[in-house]
């Protein structure tokens, strides 16, 4: 088998096992997701326990919760016997993850954790496991076979625990109300801090790089106002500065395409009305979202009075990086 044909079959063989413990998702679950926001509602966090390829998983599952609002650490399971079970409050929810259910060092720890007034969440593959037993509420993640040949090595069940993890951490997110607003403050930098963070005001092209014109100006003279100010696009307003229409490079080529005395023309005769456009106050990523859904290339800015102020051209969106 070629190295490309194994890929495909391993994407085939894990896919398989997302729909299956797809299908195994009950009640238990929306139980799970009542206990996480149940003990954060009351200040309590997630503290999720796993051990090998399971603690790699749930490292990131940890990092998902807490980057959408929800407090959650990780607790190594040898460092739990010597101290580290601190961490571990009343009020908690535990999640527990091991596919077989039977893990040594996760079950030594068990009477511990039950010393705590805790809710324990587990993942695990075996639904009449040790873990499952002890579990407030057991969630499958049983798979028909990993994608190793010899169906050993954890590959499809981590990949089950890992999109088991996101389910539960967005229908936590979901139940909680959590919104972009709330997401852009735990995320102040990289792309994703630069796209909620940053208002269209900071990032709009504005002064002398915002070419604005009267409806009644003539076609020849918007073009020289454009191109003072290297723009593709010229806001039009209205005797009272209000925005009424917007003209561009694409309306000039479609309208010479039809001959006559174009140049002369006011505006108002040429432009395209009742433009798409956006409040300076709006996040940058509302930006993002217009150009994604209108396919266009300019957004023009308004104030609160429906004055142009300024333009975002998408193709400053890559050196502005929140794109």
């Keep these: 088998m070629s190295p490309l044909a194994k890929a495909r079959e391993v994407f085939d063989i894990e896919l398989t096992a997302l729909k299956a413990v797809r299908a195994q998702l009950d009640s238990s679950f929306s139980a799970a997701v009542a206990l996480v926001v149940a003990a954060l509602k009351q200040r309590g966090k997630i503290v999720i326990l796993g051990i090998g390829k399971s603690g790699n998983v749930g490292a990131k599952i940890a990092a998902t919760l807490t980057s959408t609002g929800s407090t959650a ?11 580290d079970l601190g961490i ?6 535990l999640l ?14 068990l009477p511990a954790i039950k010393r705590f007034s805790v809710k324990i969440i587990s993942f695990t593959g075996n639904s009449k496991s040790s ?6 509420v057991a969630l499958s993640v049983r798979v028909p076979k990993e994608a190793c040949p010899f169906n050993l090595a954890p590959t499809s069940s981590t990949t089950a625990m890992l999109v088991l993890g996101d389910a539960l951490a967005m229908a936590v997110l979901a139940a909680r109300g959590f919104t972009q607003k709330d997401f852009a403050k735990y995320h102040p930098s990289g792309a994703i801090g630069r796209a909620l963070l940053l208002r269209v005001g900071d990032i709009m092209r504005a002064g002398n790089r915002n070419a604005v014109a009267a409806e009644t ?12 100010a290297r723009s593709g696009s010229l806001a039009v307003v209205s005797a009272r500065g209000k925005l009424v229409g917007v003209f561009t490079d694409g ?15 006011p505006l108002k005769k040429v432009m395209t009305p009742k ?3 956006i409040s300076e106050n709006a996040l940058a990523v509302e930006a993002l979202r217009i150009f994604n859904e209108r396919n266009i290339d300019d957004l023009i800015v308004v104030n609160a009075r429906n004055e142009p102020v300024g333009l975002v051209d998408s193709q400053d969106l890559p050196k502005l990086k929140i794109v």
């Design 131 to 136: 873990l499952a037993r002890h579990s407030d």
């Design 251 to 265: 309306d000039f080529r479609r309208h010479m395409a039809g001959g006559g005395s174009l140049l002369a023309l």
């Design 275 to 277: 433009p798409v456009c």
């Design 217 to 228: 100006l003539s076609v020849q003279e918007a073009l020289l106002v454009m191109t003072q």
């Design 73 to 83: 650490v990780v607790l190594n399971s040898v460092d739990a016997l010597h101290g």
């Design 96 to 109: 527990a993850l091991s596919y077989s259910g039977e893990t040594e060092e996760l079950l030594n720890l």
């Design 88 to 93: 571990l409050n009343d009020g908690d929810v």
